[in-house]
């Protein structure tokens, strides 16, 4: 299953409305958001312990990492219930 990164902003980036962020890695916060917007650096999130559905709380941010859960597909030639 893959993992997704939510940042929650305490406060809204000047002009913008959006407190909820989600990305697919924490090097992927960094190409929207800067280290002081988020309150943390790339470096001390990634040895933080986000692992495992960790979360750090920073002066300006929550950060949690969670596992996005999808659906199975069936495919052809796998049983299906009748």
């Known amino acids: 299953m893959a993992k997704v990164i939510h940042v929650f902003l305490v406060k809204p980036?000047?002009?913008e409305k959006r407190r909820?962020?989600?990305f697919?890695?924490?090097s992927a916060i960094y190409t929207v958001l800067t280290?002081?917007?988020v309150g943390a650096s790339k470096n001390y999130l990634l040895h933080a312990g986000l692992s495992?559905?960790?979360t750090v709380i920073t002066k300006t941010a929550i950060i949690k990492q969670s596992t996005l859960i999808g659906s199975h597909r069936k495919g052809a030639g796998?049983?299906?219930p009748e």
Request: charged share 35%; proline share 0%.
């Open 13 to 15: 980036i000047d002009g």
């Open 20 to 22: 909820d962020w989600y």
């Open 24 to 26: 697919s890695s924490i």
């Open 35 to 37: 280290a002081e917007q």
């Open 52 to 54: 495992g559905n960790g």
């Open 78 to 80: 796998e049983d299906r």
